[in-house]
DNA sequence: GATGAATGAGTGTTCATTCAT
DNA sequence: AATGAATGAACACTCATTCAT
């Protein structure tokens, strides 16, 4: 199917094709130093091609923003194999792929907060990128709770905003690293002390 | 102590105050329609007085929250004692704070990001409302943490962050108020189910 | 005179016609939506073709206009006819000619701008097209001229830009639609009284 | 009570002024050269000052198109006491009139469009403008149809807008100018010719 | 003949902050 | 103390036209 399509439009034009990798290049160089606010207009200065051809080639912001991670998909479905075969059990594997996606929207200063809007307004073309990413926590999540491993009342979507916000905040680069680790660690286990009569064990 | 620093200046002379205080109510109006990213200039202009006088009273966009919010310390500093006497045990007043803070981070859109940042950079002026807030969640935490109630490798500062972070992923108005409610839960509880060793009882 | 330069280049190959024709319909109801300053590009899009085939066509904007409009031609000639042998008098006709030419240049919003311009530059491929209308309101003119109905000072192309300002004042879509009428009126009559030598009493 | 409004701002501050009055002549200047729609950052880098000071002055284009004819207000109205004392009757005067506003309409290349749309918004800065002008038509006209020298079914917006049609055929300073005349006698006179053996008829 | 990528100056507008008055 | 004018870079986005493929 994608092939007939493509082969409508033979040629993606090698130069086309290169413009729009090198646009992809200096964006990613450009938002891990200015965040995902920073200017369009620059980035296309910085690429050396005009900011025309950056709007042809991702009409806005998002659009640039969702292509750039989904470069990035491929290492997080890698993740996600490794997890299925690797993890010792489904809570582990659940655990894994949270931090993962947690890595993941910190890739960018700021990018949090698009990704969160993405998942309410699903006119963004983030949307399809996180929907992907919430399926995914959902089969994770599923295995984990026919373990017993994960509470029956979660949804995944939750456990990806958690994620997410996580992320936000680790905030930037500056930020508190412990704190980020620490809210992935609640989001896990909860503050609360279960009010084990006998023993509960539970490992932090 | 502030009003010994207040005397050195004698008269704040009675039109300064009302315009402050005409500043603030309208600030309020105006962050609580266009969130906290609104334009300064605009307030200024619907309070009917120069930007000029604006940034006499409040140097910069983060002082003018930080008065703001300071004027709803009150209201939680209420709650803070109506949780201490009222709550049947430390757990729940640390989830009632908990949830205070986090209805009161939900005051503006786009509110938990500065304070977020505040927590980090000590240098803006909402630094010192965290601070006390941070403290106040301190008292609770440690509270819960006395009668077994709450995990001991929890930190203050990180349950305030996750209760900011829940305040930022009930973002605008629009968002998913379910997911709001469903990141405090996790905060409290975590998505791990603890290994029950006589039956688990689940309800799917 | 035009088929013979045609016959050169034989064939005009099939799909270029039918691009041709697909871009002149595109371009009729873009331009009835977006007025004559729509853009090009989005008529090349929406007419699902390259830009540059677009251009490959029609050079530039008037010259596609131009195209346009020659293709209402028929239904001009046709009124032009009609009223050669159905008008009660020359004046008759010559009012009925320059209300269709209103009609006319009232197709598109903005098309009497170009239309003026064409009628001074000679350069535009417009120019043709109003020399011909011009030509033919001369005819109408000099007709009601001879019959001693029209006014013998009056010149065609006056006239045609009297037909084109009326056009003109119509506007947009929203405009005063009684206010072009009157504009017409006015052309024919003026807004003098002619003094009357008996003794005509007119209350305002 | 234009005073007492007056005296609140006190000082319209020397060098906001001069800015004002500086940002008119440059704009002034740059509409002659390039037409109403030349760029008004390029006005604003002209005046030397910033394109924020000039959206302060004038928020917009339509502002600043008004205050720069307002400004000519005063030739007209000179022009509008000087016809009503020396014009030999109501209908040179009102003859007079057309003419000046028509003259007065073409003090830019383009600037009859954005009066036209003035005429049916409202909206417009110069909806105002025109407005008044259209008042002193009203009393011309008046003036004229009670001496039996101008039809009595003839509007004063009507003369108005067919004043500034006669602007807009004169159109860029390249036009031909004896048709932007012409339109103006066919206006005062039509294209018919009367009928008159003896007793002149006319058909309103 | 057709394509559509590239251009890049240009658009109007905003805004936090400073400073002359 | 208050004012509000000035700043001017920055913003996202457009579009007629050219030209390599």
Chains 1, 2, 3, 4 share one sequence.
Not at 77 to 101: C, F, I, P, Q, Y
Not at 124 to 132: E, F, K
Request: charged residues 25%.
């Amino acid at each position: 199917m994608t092939e007939s399509t493509a082969s409508k439009r033979r040629a993606p034009r090698a130069d086309a094709r290169r413009n729009r990798d090198h646009i992809l290049d200096t964006a990613e160089q450009y938002f891990s130093e200015h965040g995902v606010t920073g200017s369009l207009d620059a980035i296309a200065k910085r690429a050396g091609i005009g900011a025309g051809t950056l709007y042809r080639h991702f009409p806005n912001r998002e659009a640039l923003l969702a292509s750039l991670l989904s470069a990035r998909d491929e290492q997080l479905v890698a993740r996600r194999d490794e997890l299925r075969t690797s993890a010792k059990n489904a809570a582990e594997a659940l655990d894994g792929w949270l931090n993962a996606v947690t890595d993941w929207a910190c890739a960018f200063d700021g990018l949090p907060e698009p990704l969160r809007a993405a998942t309410t307004t699903n006119l963004s073309p983030l949307a399809v990128t996180c929907q992907g990413f919430i399926t995914t926590t959902d089969e994770f999540l599923r295995a984990a709770q026919d373990q017993g491993e994960a509470r029956a009342d979660i949804r995944a979507l939750d456990l990806f905003l958690a994620a997410l916000a996580t992320s936000w905040v680790r905030g930037a680069a500056m930020a508190d690293a412990a704190s980020g680790a620490a809210l992935a660690a609640l989001t896990r286990s909860g503050w609360e002390q279960a009010p084990d009569h006998s023993n509960t064990r539970r490992t932090a």
